[in-house]
């Protein structure tokens, strides 16, 4: 069964302190890892696609990382808008209908 | 944008009564998603259809039927609600990646409240 881990479930940073938010899944084969961001009463808005180890993906302040096992979302000086939950999930090798397994999500609060 | 709509957007039933959610999409998306999510458990999917008429299960489908009679809409619905299918449901389409995936995008979502 495909797993999906995220880490913390929630993080308070002040404008311009960079972090990391992780992803840890386990998964029979990997097509694809997938990063959103989901804003309050809103659903969630596609980020990056991410394949195979070593791969990193970038928008902005945003910089997503892929290994086997793992993936990093890092948000470099951040500032208030980029507070949201940000979400991970995997598809596998086997999905026949590209179905996905979602992490439960990081809610991340910059304040200024 | 992916082009996909929802209605309603909200909606408060009472117990024991039916409910019908209607996604509607138009760009001709073959692959379609009902998700629910929870505080908690994140998002979980309910059913999916990949054409018209065929439409499989998801991990949470229990008390939930789809259907759908043509490409653009995408329908579920409670048979008789209950007070655990309060959520938000979030309908999704995807399409092809770069590499043989398959990336998902969501409409904005119905607040269902069952009391």
């Known amino acids: 069964e495909d797993q999906v881990t995220q880490s913390p479930e929630a993080l308070r940073l002040q404008e311009g302190e960079s972090s990391s938010l992780n992803c840890s899944y386990t998964?029979?084969?990997?097509?694809?890892l997938f990063w959103y961001r989901q804003d309050p009463g809103k659903g969630p808005e596609f980020l990056f696609t991410?394949?195979?180890a070593g791969e990193e993906k970038e928008k902005e302040r945003l910089k997503a990382t892929l290994t086997k096992k793992e993936s990093f979302l890092h948000i470099t000086a951040p500032k208030p808008e980029d507070s949201a939950t940000y979400l991970c999930?995997?598809?596998?090798?086997?999905?026949?209908?590209?179905?996905?397994?979602f992490g439960k999500g990081t809610m991340l609060l910059v304040s200024p | 944008d992916a082009g996909i709509t929802q209605s309603p957007r909200h909606k408060v039933t009472e117990t024991g009564t039916p409910v019908t959610l209607r996604c509607h999409q138009t760009?001709?998306?073959?692959?379609m998603y009902w998700y629910r999510q929870d505080p908690g458990h994140g998002l979980r999917l309910i059913h999916y259809?990949?054409?018209?008429?065929?439409?499989d299960k998801g991990e949470v489908s229990d008390g939930y039927s789809v259907s759908r009679s043509k490409t653009e809409d995408f329908l579920l619905t409670l048979e008789s609600a209950t007070s655990s299918q309060t959520s938000v449901y979030f309908c999704?389409?995807?399409?092809?990646?770069?590499?043989?995936?398959?990336?998902?995008?969501f409409g904005p979502g119905t607040r269902l409240t069952v009391t």
């Open positions: 999704a389409i995807s399409e092809p990646g770069d590499r043989g995936s398959y990336e998902q995008y």
């Open positions: 760009e001709n998306h073959r692959y």
């Open positions: 991410l394949y195979s």
């Open positions: 999930a995997v598809q596998a090798l086997n999905s026949g209908y590209s179905t996905l397994t």
């Open positions: 259809s990949y054409g018209v008429k065929d439409t």
């Open positions: 998964v029979s084969g990997l097509r694809g």
